[in-house]
């Protein structure tokens, strides 16, 4: 094999091998965007989600709370809800958990009640709250997508984010209602941009 040979196979093998290496980076054909108004007594605030990347969902969220509300100094437990209502912070039902809905997902084996915590796909970090009562929370997952599948959080009824009183202690199957955050005092509809 003479020297241009070799040169031109090296150039072949390098085309063969970039190609391979770039087909597939999980770069969405267009990004999505999604946003929730956040709201309870005395809170106001907002979370943006975007998904440029399949699988990774950026949230940014804020809230600001009155000094009268309860939203205190310290961390707070937040969570992806598995309804998209806030008529009442109940309606947001338990921590979102994938599709569970057995017509669509028949091998679904998980449970949006506590039996899974702090393993659901809707359950994130605390969110800190500072001394003047603004809270902020910059997160990157996994668990969940604003595009379709199982993961998604517009299946048929929505999600929404729910803010507790209390820190989130991350135990699995908690021994008490509070554990996981306690009482619910903020609630956002999540809806696509």
């Given at each position: ?46 979370a943006y989600l975007y998904e ?142």
């Open positions: 094999m003479n020297a241009f040979s070799m040169i031109g196979a090296g150039v072949a093998v390098g085309l063969i091998l970039s190609g391979c290496t770039s087909y597939h980076t999980g770069k969405l054909a267009a990004p999505l965007n999604a946003k929730a108004v956040i709201t309870g007594p005395g809170i106001t605030g907002e440029k990347y399949e699988g990774r969902v950026r949230i940014k969220l804020t809230v600001q709370g009155s000094p009268e509300s309860k939203l205190t100094p310290g961390l707070h437990g937040i969570h992806i809800h598995e309804v998209g209502s806030c008529e009442s912070f109940a309606a947001a039902q338990g921590h979102y958990d994938g599709n569970i809905d057995a017509n669509v997902n028949s091998d679904a084996s998980v449970n949006p009640g506590l039996g899974n915590h702090p393993y659901h796909l809707g359950d994130l970090q605390n969110l800190y709250v500072d001394e003047r009562r603004k809270g902020s929370l910059y997160t990157i997952t996994s668990r969940v997508t604003l595009s379709d599948g199982l993961n998604t959080l517009f299946d048929k009824n929505g999600s929404a984010f729910i803010i507790h009183e209390l820190q989130d202690k991350y135990l699995p199957d908690p021994p008490t209602k509070d554990a996981p955050g306690g009482p619910r005092i903020a609630c956002g509809v999540i809806v696509k941009q």
